[in-house]
């Protein structure tokens, strides 16, 4: 490393703006885990709800997210961070605390669908956020840290809330995570934002969505239909397995993720995304075909662990691409495009390797899921790397060039 990337390298990266923001994107997760792993187990008690119907209450809200993010990454760009954030937290909070007054099946299916919306603008305007208060030189690092706070909520998030609800009630948890949200949305007030907005930006398609981070958006879909398989299906292959609980391999996973995070968080500033990209996606098909093929305690526990590390990898490292190929003021609609694609692929991976599974098995499904994977890896090494370095070149070119006139 040069004298002067090693100087770039020590910008401080845990400033007070970067902590405090670190901090109230760890509560708005940890309130989000409060309430998603509490709402299958209270449609069921409290409704009678049938697994269609829980199914169909993760879907809505999946949805609005979906279709909120490209609008509210406009919204991001054109009017700044800062509103946006302390508007969408405010919302959140109160859709949360509405779960307390749900009386219906139909009134609770509602509300899930109106909460997707501003947990799609909260979680497109903390990316971009953090992304703002991160060093250029660090911003790779800066990410795969910005990860963990979602990682460790969801550790946290639903011990917690499944542990309230044991000495209280369900709208005690709803109200608490309310209330969570609302301590975000403090600390919020008191971080300082750069100032970057285009006034001039008017709604259109272009700006809706980032085009230049389309391919990379197609990559993350077709790399998180795993992570719809994973969590949709990991309860019933366990059960059918005889293998532990899915709690201990989203445990498993987590701890994979957050090893990953910190481990390798300085490795895409120092190597770039090829080589680590390239490992990321060995160990994701690994973790697979470990399903597919070991399906035994020591498997099991090692696909965990494989998918939390390789995955927690990959998805920063495409953010970290994405960030690196806009400019400021398009960071808004490219996190938008980027996560819309993130939970497209969520979705469509239930529900197309779900069929799959009914007519051939968990086993041949994970098995099937490893070979898929092999699509966005072939697409990031023959298209996306070369047009990234090829654009990352130009920008280095341009920017020397400016320096000398």
Do not use: K
């Amino acid at each position: 490393m040069t004298p002067e990337a090693a100087n770039e390298h020590r910008v401080p990266l845990w400033t007070r703006d970067f902590s405090l923001h670190f901090a109230a994107s760890f509560l708005v997760a940890v309130a989000l885990n409060f309430v998603i792993v509490l709402v299958p187990v209270f449609a069921a008690r409290e409704f009678s709800a049938s697994g269609g119907d829980v199914g169909l209450l993760t879907a809505v809200f999946m949805l609005t997210a979906v279709l909120s993010r490209p609008y509210l990454g406009f919204l991001l760009d054109r009017y700044g961070r800062r509103i946006v954030l302390l508007i969408a937290l405010a919302f959140f909070s109160l859709l949360n605390a509405a779960h307390a007054l749900v009386g219906s099946l139909g009134a609770l299916l509602a509300i899930r669908a109106l909460l997707g919306f501003p947990w799609g603008a909260t979680q497109t305007a903390t990316i971009t956020a953090a992304v703002d208060l991160i060093p250029e030189s660090r911003r790779g690092e800066g990410l795969a840290f910005f990860g963990l706070t979602f990682t460790l909520a969801g550790t946290v998030g639903p011990l917690a809330s499944l542990g309230l609800l044991d000495y209280s009630s369900f709208d005690t948890v709803f109200l608490t995570a309310a209330g969570i949200i609302l301590a975000a949305g403090c600390i919020a007030v008191f971080t300082r934002h750069a100032v970057i907005r285009d006034a001039e930006a008017r709604l259109s398609l272009q700006s809706l969505l980032e085009p230049r981070v389309a391919w990379l958006a197609a990559a993350t879909m077709l790399t998180t239909t795993l992570w719809g398989a994973v969590i949709s299906f990991m309860p019933l292959y366990a059960d059918e397995q005889g293998l532990p609980s899915a709690g201990v391999y989203f445990t498993l996973d987590a701890l994979g993720t957050m090893a990953s995070r910190i481990g390798s968080a300085r490795l895409f500033d120092r190597y770039g995304p090829r080589p680590i990209l390239i490992a990321a996606y060995l160990l994701m098909i690994s973790s697979m075909l470990l399903l597919g093929i070991a399906p035994t305690q020591t498997g099991y526990a090692a696909s965990a662990i494989l998918l939390g590390v390789g995955f927690g990898i990959a998805i920063p490292a495409y953010q970290t691409m994405a960030m690196n190929l806009v400019e400021p003021e398009r960071r808004g609609a490219a996190n938008g495009t980027l996560y819309s694609a993130f939970d497209i692929g969520i979705g469509g991976g239930a529900l197309s390797l779900g069929a799959l599974a009914d007519s051939a098995g968990f086993r041949t499904m994970f098995t099937v899921q490893s070979v898929l994977l092999l699509i966005p890896a072939a697409l990031f090494l023959i298209h996306i790397i070369p047009s990234y370095q090829r654009r990352m070149r130009a920008a280095h070119e341009e920017t020397t060039l400016r320096d000398v006139l």
